[in-house]
């Protein structure tokens, strides 16, 4: 993953015509932080916090609780924070956390402990205005409200501002459960918006029903009206019905411990026909690498829009790109979810809570605006819009660092 992250600012790097000293400042890590966290019971889990970039901001991104967890993916992923928020222009920068364990084997007692002992390990590296971080794979509000306690225990720091993706009771915003997927919904609909395709009908299919899929179909029902869902999957297959899907039915029965796959209605897919199936806009919202060398010429769609962090991978790109299909990359696609943690981060330092109009309203602007900038660059300087977007993020960083 590192490698192929840096594969990618070299090439947009040499497009856009930076020399190798430039490549590299774009490439460099801040601060490297590798600890061992022992917990009481003798279990000793390595742990890594690393900081790419605080040119633009104060250094901002998840911490992942997971056994593969290594330095070089939580590098590769620090480098992606920093060009995600350069590419939807916050004043923030990029980095990424994680610990090698696997939760489930933790209760919660232990699950505390391993929060507690992180954040006791980062306090003199993280806070408010130096590194702000937030909930990835395996972390939830309930781990950062403990996380937010350790920090404000250790420094006195009363803003709460020192982590985002907290519980609301506990400081976190309103609608950051929904704003990558919301997000989803903005960034294509401008595109479409862009291309003149506004108001006509687009069908959809979602692979990866869970937080992100989910929402992304529930905002499309409500505020997108011409949009329908067709197919859906979550990682036991799922459905296909050539008439129309309801996003809150099958929500509904997913909350009550449905499988997709068992959902009655429609034909029965898996995961390799969701791929292939034949709607308009094919979206991916479970991991990455899904859309490889192997099944990208199966993709019907024309559009693809990358709500998980690398879906489709490079040699994917390429394939769908010479067949004229457009891939929304993740670093726009996905950024919903970074820019209400900002806003959160904003809540919290002027010691105010927003309604959710207010953060959807600032959401729809901020992601809107970098859509335009970034389209307009694909278009002025003929590259499709991961370069492009990467092109941005890239000229932003450099100006700063
Ligand atoms: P989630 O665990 O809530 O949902 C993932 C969904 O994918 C689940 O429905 C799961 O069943 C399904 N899935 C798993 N394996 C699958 C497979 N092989 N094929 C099809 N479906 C499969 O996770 P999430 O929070 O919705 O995140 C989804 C993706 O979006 C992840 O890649 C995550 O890194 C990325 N992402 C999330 C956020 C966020 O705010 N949550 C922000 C940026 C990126």
Do not use: C
């Not at 997108?224 to 029965?253: C, H, V």
């Not at 997709?260 to 991991?287: F, H, T, W």
């Not at 959160?344 to 309604?355: A, C, F, I, S």
């Not at 959807?360 to 819009?385: G, H």
């Amino acid at each position: 993953m590192l490698h192929a992250t840096h594969e990618q600012i070299k090439l947009v790097g040499n497009k856009i015509g930076l020399n190798t000293e430039e490549i590299e400042r774009i490439l460099e890590v801040d601060a490297h932080h590798e600890f061992d966290i022992i917990l009481k019971n003798g279990q000793k889990h390595k742990a890594f916090r690393i900081q790419h970039s605080d040119a633009r901001g104060p250094y901002k991104g998840g911490i992942r609780f997971h056994p593969d967890v290594d330095s070089d993916e939580v590098k590769a992923l620090a480098t992606l924070m920093s060009l995600k928020t350069a590419a939807v222009n916050i004043p923030l920068g990029g980095a990424k956390g994680g610990v090698r364990v696997d939760p489930k084997m933790l209760n919660l007692k232990e699950l505390e402990e391993l929060s507690r002992k992180y954040v006791q390990k980062l306090a003199p590296h993280i806070g408010p205005n130096k590194d702000i971080p937030a909930p990835d794979v395996n972390t939830d509000p309930r781990i950062i409200d403990w996380m937010v306690d350790e920090y404000s225990r250790i420094s006195g720091d009363t803003t709460r501002g020192s982590f985002t993706g907290k519980s609301i009771d506990g400081g976190g915003s309103e609608g950051r459960d929904a704003a990558t997927g919301r997000g989803g919904v903005i960034v294509l609909s401008e595109y479409l918006r862009l291309k003149g395709m506004s108001g006509k009908k687009v069908s959809y299919a979602i692979q990866g029903f869970g937080n992100v899929g989910s929402f992304f179909g529930l905002v499309a029902a409500k505020e997108q009206k011409n949009w329908r869902m067709l197919a859906a999957t979550d990682s036991s297959g799922g459905i296909y019905e050539k008439n129309s899907l309801w996003p809150s039915e099958l929500e509904d029965f997913k909350k009550s411990g449905g499988r997709l796959r068992d959902y009655g209605i429609g034909q029965k897919i898996n995961n390799d026909e969701l791929v292939s199936a034949n709607v308009d806009v094919l979206v991916l919202a479970a991991l990455g690498s899904v859309v490889n060398e192997s099944n990208a010429h199966l993709v019907k769609a024309k559009i693809v829009l990358e709500l998980a962090n690398g879906p489709v991978d490079d040699k994917a790109h390429k394939l769908l790109e010479a067949r004229g299909v457009i891939v929304i990359p993740d670093i726009l696609a996905n950024a919903g979810g970074v820019i209400v943690s900002y806003l959160e981060w904003l809540q919290n330092l002027n010691q105010e809570h927003w309604t959710i109009n207010k953060v959807n309203k600032q959401l729809n602007s901020l992601l809107k605006e970098a859509v335009i900038n970034i389209f307009d660059r694909s278009v002025s300087s003929k590259m499709n819009i991961k370069e492009a977007a990467l092109a941005v993020a890239m000229e932003r960083i450099l100006m700063a660092r």
